[in-house]
């Protein structure tokens, strides 16, 4: 069936540097995957999406990565800064627009 | 553009109390989504709907629970009776071609 993990529960780094956060997924047939921030008692938030026809997408200070041979994510924060502190998850795109997340990814952005 | 809206953004109940959550998508977006988050499970897809019209309900835990779309700008969960075990937070997002956008939730308590 359909999973999405994250290689990292956890990712502590120093402000300024960059950040990277990984996933993997099962699902061959997805189609497109997105990467969202959740701060704590808020919901999730688009940040950046790519789709399976692309291996690079960048953003402002963000750029996702996939890789289709090993099925695998990643995101990449620029210059990390202390607002960037959240948890970030990996979502697949099967069919008529259904979403898998991951578990997420704890990023603590120290000063 | 206020975004999604839930309503109420916290709630305590007791075990075999009806539960009512709301949710206002945001105007012209055609696509509805219910989410269940946990720690032990993330966050999962409950239900969705397309154009008012509930697609996949496969994720609905059982039949306690039941949600609704009577019109383009209202829907709600609705749990009866509801158990300690479906103390999470539950999400409502809003879809328009392909992307979602996730409402501030609500906390379910169920003593």
């Known amino acids: 069936g359909e999973s999405v993990g994250l290689h990292l529960p956890t990712l502590s780094v120093q402000e300024g540097d960059n950040s990277i956060i990984n996933c993997a997924y099962s699902?061959?047939?997805?189609?497109?995957f997105i990467w969202y921030k959740q701060e704590s008692g808020k919901g999730p938030q688009f940040i950046i999406d790519?789709?399976?026809?692309?291996d690079k997408r960048q953003g402002q200070r963000v750029t996702v990565l996939l890789n289709k041979t090993v099925k695998h994510l990643s995101l990449q924060i620029a210059a990390t800064q202390p607002g960037d502190s959240a948890v970030y998850f990996c979502a697949e795109r099967g069919s008529n627009y259904k979403l898998t997340f991951g578990k997420g990814t704890l990023l603590t952005v120290n000063p | 553009d206020a975004g999604v809206i839930q309503s109420p953004r916290h709630e305590v109940t007791e075990m075999g109390q009806e539960v009512t959550l709301r949710c206002k998508p945001i105007s012209g977006h055609n696509s509805l989504f219910w989410y269940r988050q946990t720690m032990m499970r993330g966050l999962e897809l409950l239900i969705y709907?397309?154009?008012?019209?509930?697609?996949?309900d496969s994720g609905m835990p059982e039949d306690r629970f039941s949600a609704k779309m009577p019109n383009a700008s209202f829907s709600t969960l609705k749990i009866q009776p509801s158990e300690p075990r479906d103390s999470a937070v539950y999400f409502c997002?809003?879809?328009?071609?392909?992307?979602?956008?996730f409402g501030p939730g609500t906390r379910l308590t169920v003593l």
């Open positions: 997002a809003s879809g328009w071609r392909g992307e979602q956008f």
């Open positions: 709907f397309n154009n008012n019209v509930p697609i996949d």
């Open positions: 790519i789709r399976s026809n692309m």
């Open positions: 699902n061959s047939a997805s189609d497109y």
